[in-house]
């Protein structure tokens, strides 16, 4: 836990005095009363770090797109004065300061070397947070890195797509991501409901804004953007050329001669007549099929999303279908449950924190003691967000056409909101609960009912 939080709970009255550390010199005998005097220091400390709703909250971020897809999503929606005051603003962009790279370029992660993906998104997040080029050292060197690498030509898929959303990219230049593949029977492999989850959920939203080819509002920074990060004028690009097109330091899986055959033939052949008329009237369809699908997931999970990534473009879709609409405004009240702020600056995290699964390595640590009679506050709160993190019910309808999974029972990453269960959270959080139904009711009263406790069993086995 990061020194702001440590310093947010003494604000609020909850300074912790430990005891000085023992320190002990080589030859010395490490005694008993040695060793709990040290684990008392340890306990104390994390009692003093626990939330006011019993969880242990934590930083769970270093991936330098998320906070770009949030921006991104805000200011298509034309919503980032709404959400982002001035104060979020000098402390977005000071965490994106920070983690520049000396060459000037940003990583995909706080600890990577520089992408065209990690690089195009920040500096684009700084442009449109208002930070001027001009006189701009940061924003010079990370322009420069941008040209010197090929431009944002060479952005890797889910860069292309976010730049074309906002205008600075032609949709042109995008494989094509069919929303039709989502109306092809569902016992066919390659439809998408077979997809791994995460990945099903950020391309779903893709789909549709593909669909609809969405551009957001062309305003004089974007037609600024178009100019900065490109080394050809704007209209004078080979957007077919840089469909497959991927700056070195992005290429993971380097794709064969074959693959790029089939992703030509699909741009060129199946793209154009999916959409002409009259076979445009199923791309129509698909695109309601979608928003169905958008709109099972806000729902059912609260308007969080499986992650910060879909979250961002499920707003824009919700947007994009109708502005004035409750889902988006709905979308716009949970963007603050993914922010964080440290002494970094403030960034976004991949889930709206990891609540659930580091509060139950921290109870199982507690338990593992012969102290749990002196942490009986901190173990109740402890308890009591454990039974309020965990899923109580499934999702809604058919899920087989919604491709979910039981959720009954299960304990998410995060918070019962999120809705997704995860099998390793909900056997870590079944063990810590556990754990507690053995301490006194002296000490924990009101212990998790044997009901869930069986619910949580037969969700663990539902993923056998």
Request: with cysteine.
């Amino acid at each position: 836990h990061d020194s702001k939080y440590a310093k947010q709970n003494k604000h609020q009255g909850r300074e912790l005095r430990l005891p000085p550390m023992e320190k002990l010199e080589e030859k010395d005998v490490v005694t008993e009363e040695t060793v709990l005097a040290s684990l008392r220091r340890a306990l104390d400390q994390f009692s003093s770090l626990q939330s006011d709703d019993g969880c242990w909250p934590g930083d769970f971020s270093g991936i330098m797109f998320v906070m770009p897809g949030l921006i991104f999503a805000l200011y298509v929606t034309r919503s980032l004065n709404t959400v982002v005051t001035a104060e979020h603003r000098r402390e977005i962009c000071r965490y994106i300061y920070n983690h520049q790279n000396e060459d000037g370029g940003w990583g995909t992660l706080i600890l990577g070397s520089s992408s065209m993906f990690g690089t195009c998104s920040n500096y684009i997040t700084l442009r449109l947070l208002g930070e001027e080029l001009d006189g701009n050292e940061v924003l010079a060197k990370g322009r420069g890195w941008i040209l010197s690498h090929g431009s944002a030509t060479l952005v890797p898929q889910w860069g292309k797509i976010w730049l074309s959303i906002l205008g600075v990219y032609d949709w042109s230049g995008n494989n094509p991501i069919f929303p039709e593949l989502w109306l092809v029977p569902q016992f066919l492999p390659f439809h998408p409901g077979k997809f791994w989850c995460l990945c099903r959920m950020i391309y779903l939203p893709m789909a549709y804004l593909y669909g609809k080819k969405f551009v957001g509002p062309i305003t004089p920074i974007i037609l600024a953007l178009r100019e900065e990060i490109y080394d050809i004028p704007y209209d004078k690009i080979n957007w077919g050329m840089s469909r497959n097109a991927c700056a070195k330091e992005d290429l993971v899986c380097p794709r064969t001669v074959l693959q790029n055959a089939v992703w030509a033939s699909l741009y060129k052949c199946v793209e154009p007549v999916l959409s002409s008329w009259p076979i445009n009237k199923l791309r129509d369809r698909a695109l309601k099929n979608l928003m169905e699908h958008i709109h099972y997931e806000d729902d059912n999970t609260q308007y969080l999303c499986i992650c910060a990534v879909n979250k961002a473009l499920n707003m824009v879709c919700c947007w994009a279908e109708d502005p004035s609409s409750e889902a988006f405004k709905r979308h716009l009240a949970r963007i603050p449950d993914f922010l964080w702020i440290s002494e970094d600056g403030m960034k976004a995290q991949v889930y709206d924190s990891v609540q659930s699964w580091e509060t139950s390595f921290i109870i199982q640590a507690y338990c593992a003691t012969d102290l749990v009679s002196e942490y009986g506050p901190t173990l109740e709160r402890a308890n009591a967000f454990m039974k309020k993190s965990q899923v109580l019910w499934n999702h809604p309808g058919d899920q087989s056409y919604s491709h979910r999974h039981r959720s009954k029972g299960s304990w998410t990453l995060s918070s019962a909101d999120n809705g997704w269960a995860v099998s390793d959270t909900t056997a870590e959080a079944l063990k810590a609960v556990l754990l507690l139904s053995k301490i006194s009711n002296n000490i924990v009263a009101d212990p998790v009912e044997r009901e869930r406790v069986h619910d949580a069993v037969d969700c663990l086995l539902s993923f056998v």
